[in-house]
Each structure stands twice: as C-alpha cells, then as structure tokens.
C-alpha cells in the first residue's frame, strides 16, 4: 500500500516541481548557472543567465582552457607562445595580430614601463616557483636580453632574438574576456559576470555592483563600483609576492631596474569597454606611476582607481559618483 502510495505522490510531486521548473525557465526566459573552474593560474567564477545558459557556461569553460593551453601558456608545451619562444618566433602574428597591435601600442605610450617581453625576468624571480630575489648580476644579464623593441612582425612573420621570452601575462585575462564577450554576442544570454582572477566582464543590459580587493585582506572589499557593462581590471602587489630579509617583493617588475616596481602604488583597477585594453593598463599604469598612470586612462577613455601606501585612493572623473568607499581607512584624495 505505501509503496503504491509513493508511486502516485512521486509522479505528482515530479509533475509539480518540473512545472515550476519550466515556469520559472519561461519566466526568466533561461537559467541562472554559476559554475567555478581553475584556469589561467587563477580563480574563474562564470556566472550566465539567459536561454541555453548551461551550455554556454561549458562553451565558456572550453573557451578558456583552450585560450590558455593552445595559445597563451608559457608552460604548456603545445602552446603557440611556448612555441614562439622555443623558436624565437618565426611564426605568423595572424589571429593575435590585434591583440599584438594593443602590446605594442601600450609598451610604446609607456615608454617601455610596460613590456611584454620579461617572460625570463619574471623566470630569474621564480614567481610561481620558488620565489627569491636573484643575483643583481643575473638580473643586469637577463634584462639586456629582454625589451620590447627588439621583436619585429613583418609580413605577419613575428621574430626575435635568443634569449627574449614572451610574457602575455598582464595580457591574456583581457584577452579572453574579449574573446567570452564576442562568443556571448553571438548567443540568446542576456546577462553574465564572467570573472578571471582579477579582471572582470559585465555583460548585459543593467548595472552591476563590482568589489576592489582590499589589499590587507583581498577576500574583502576596499570599496564597490556601479557600472554598466565593461570590463575591470586591477592589478596589486599583494596578489603575488614573496618576502626576503623583511621586504616584500612582487610580480610587476620595472623593464629599466630589473626589480619590483617600488613607486608607491598598491593596486590600480581600469575599467574599459575593451578586456585586453583593461588587463594591459593595470598594469601599465601600476608600472608608469600615479600621474603617468592616470593620464594614460584618460588618454584611453578608461576609468581608473589607484590605491597608493598611506590608503589614498586616486579616482577619475568618470567614475566618482559610481565609487563607493566600504573601508573607511581608505581615503579618496580630491
Ligand atoms: P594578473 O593579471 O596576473 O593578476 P597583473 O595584471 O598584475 O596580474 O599582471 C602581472 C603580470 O604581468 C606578471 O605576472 C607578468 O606576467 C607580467 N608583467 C610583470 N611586469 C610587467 C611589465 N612591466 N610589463 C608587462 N607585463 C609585466
Ligand atoms: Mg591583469
């Protein structure tokens, strides 16, 4: 009898909870799926809403492992830049052809403070290793072999010399936000936050509440940002960093000493409608320095926060009414 029971009220119930399922589905016109992954030596949090929002998160998750392992790894060995830097080149810029327009344009308004050829440099630190600050002999030996200017794409061919390593690290977040956005363009998803370590994509029609780590304790936030849809991107000195004899050494290194960058500045967050341009000027404006930095966001129409040591918080026009302090140690400078 009971078991006769659970047949009848089973069904029942399924019948009950798949129609408000499907209500739900119809109301909402799709599924809300947040879905966590590691890639990009990073945290990825992928969040869709809209029709099919399941199997785009998947598409997502490919999207960016293939990013990572076909084209932008400098471990992975069947990488295109692993190739490129075993081979010192001597393959075709073609699909990055744009995103190499962006390196080169920023390394040169830069002037050289950004600089995506430090892949040995940041190799001789041991960041993702085994940290530890070189010999000042070493560095001086690295660095000559280093630099910008000494990579050439001609005729789509790109060619460098021996010893040079490409480091598409301040890149390759931004990159694949692009990337994400132009494939949920060509999708029914209306809305997504698709976030890769410290860069950000807001995607869809509404505004959105965006945190800047604190960076005493970066699982909490210094102060929020109400934007519409872009992309963020901050870079800090706390998110990788060793310490030696009581000093702190981090991942953003200065292309002219060969050492941390050391110009007061903690974090910079960029917001742009452009991925890549967002993850390259965090960087590029955490090496260029509080003044430099802020007027290369503004020559880019980009928003830009600096945090500098003491807790002053530089901010640009546009985005001081969208700021919101939450740390109240953090004081924003007029
Ligand atoms: P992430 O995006 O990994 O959180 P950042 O945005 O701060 O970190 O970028 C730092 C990365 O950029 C480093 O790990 C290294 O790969 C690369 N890099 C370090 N110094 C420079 C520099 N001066 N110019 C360009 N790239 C750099
Ligand atoms: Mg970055």
Same mark, same amino acid.
């Given at each position: 009898?009971?078991?006769?029971?659970?047949?009848?009220?089973?069904?029942?119930?399924?019948?009950?909870?798949?129609?408000?399922?499907?209500?739900?589905?119809?109301? #909402?016109?799709?599924?809300?799926?947040?879905?966590?992954?590691?890639?990009?030596?990073?945290?990825?949090?992928?969040?869709?809403?809209?029709?099919?929002?399941?199997?785009?998160?998947?598409?997502?998750?490919?999207?960016?492992?293939?990013?990572?392992?076909?084209?932008?790894?400098?471990?992975?060995? $069947?990488?295109?830049?692993?190739?490129?830097?075993?081979?010192?080149?001597?393959?075709?810029?073609?699909?990055?052809?744009?995103?190499?327009?962006?390196? #080169?344009?920023?390394?040169?308004?830069?002037?050289?403070?950004?600089?995506?050829?430090?892949?040995?440099?940041?190799? /001789?630190?041991?960041?993702?290793?085994?940290?530890?600050?070189?010999?000042?002999?070493?560095?001086?030996?690295?660095?000559?072999?280093?630099?910008?200017?000494?990579?050439?794409?001609?005729?789509?061919?790109?060619?460098?010399?021996?010893?040079?390593?490409?480091?598409?690290?301040?890149?390759?977040?931004?990159?694949?936000? $692009?990337?994400?956005?132009?494939?949920?363009?060509?999708?029914?998803?209306?809305?997504?936050?698709?976030?890769?370590?410290?860069?950000?994509?807001?995607?869809?029609?509404?505004? @959105?509440?965006?945190?800047?780590?604190?960076?005493?304790?970066?699982?909490?936030?210094?102060?929020?940002?109400?934007?519409?849809?872009?992309?963020?991107?901050?870079?800090?000195? @706390?998110?990788?960093?060793?310490?030696?004899?009581?000093?702190?050494?981090?991942?953003?290194?200065?292309?002219?000493?060969? @050492?941390?960058?050391?110009?007061?500045?903690?974090?910079?967050?960029?917001?742009?409608?452009?991925?890549?341009?967002?993850?390259? /000027?965090?960087?590029?404006?955490?090496?260029?320095?509080?003044?430099?930095?802020?007027?290369?966001?503004?020559?880019?129409?980009?928003?830009?926060?600096?945090?500098?040591?003491?807790?002053?918080?530089?901010?640009?026009?546009?985005?001081?009414?969208?700021?919101?302090?939450?740390?109240?140690?953090?004081?924003?400078?007029?």
């Amino acid at each position: 009898m009971q078991a006769d029971m659970k047949k009848f009220i089973l069904p029942v119930c399924g019948a009950l909870i798949l129609g408000v399922v499907i209500f739900a589905v119809v109301f #909402f016109g799709g599924s809300d799926v947040s879905k966590d992954i590691f890639a990009m030596d990073t945290y990825v949090n992928i969040r869709v809403k809209g029709r099919n929002a399941q199997k785009s998160a998947d598409i997502i998750e490919t999207l960016v492992n293939n990013l990572d392992k076909d084209v932008l790894s400098r471990q992975s060995k $069947d990488s295109y830049i692993y190739q490129l830097n075993s081979e010192n080149g001597g393959k075709s810029a073609k699909n990055m052809s744009a995103y190499f327009g962006m390196l #080169f344009e920023i390394a040169q308004k830069s002037n050289g403070k950004f600089d995506f050829t430090l892949g040995a440099l940041s190799d /001789l630190w041991g960041f993702g290793k085994n940290p530890a600050v070189p010999d000042k002999k070493e560095i001086e030996t690295v660095l000559s072999k280093c630099g910008w200017e000494k990579v050439t794409i001609e005729h789509q061919q790109i060619s460098f010399p021996e010893g040079l390593k490409l480091d598409l690290g301040a890149a390759g977040k931004g990159i694949a936000l $692009d990337e994400i956005k132009t494939y949920l363009e060509s999708t029914k998803i209306r809305e997504a936050v698709i976030s890769l370590g410290g860069s950000i994509l807001l995607y869809g029609k509404r505004d @959105y509440t965006v945190g800047i780590a604190n960076p005493e304790n970066s699982s909490t936030n210094f102060a929020v940002l109400t934007l519409p849809a872009s992309c963020v991107s901050t870079s800090g000195n @706390y998110e990788r960093f060793f310490e030696e004899d009581g000093k702190r050494y981090h991942h953003i290194l200065d292309p002219e000493t060969g @050492y941390p960058v050391d110009n007061g500045i903690v974090s910079v967050t960029v917001v742009s409608q452009n991925g890549t341009f967002s993850d390259i /000027l965090s960087t590029a404006c955490f090496a260029m320095g509080l003044e430099d930095g802020m007027a290369l966001a503004k020559e880019y129409n980009c928003g830009i926060v600096v945090i500098t040591e003491g807790k002053k918080v530089y901010v640009s026009d546009d985005l001081k009414d969208s700021i919101e302090i939450r740390d109240g140690s953090y004081t924003i400078v007029e």
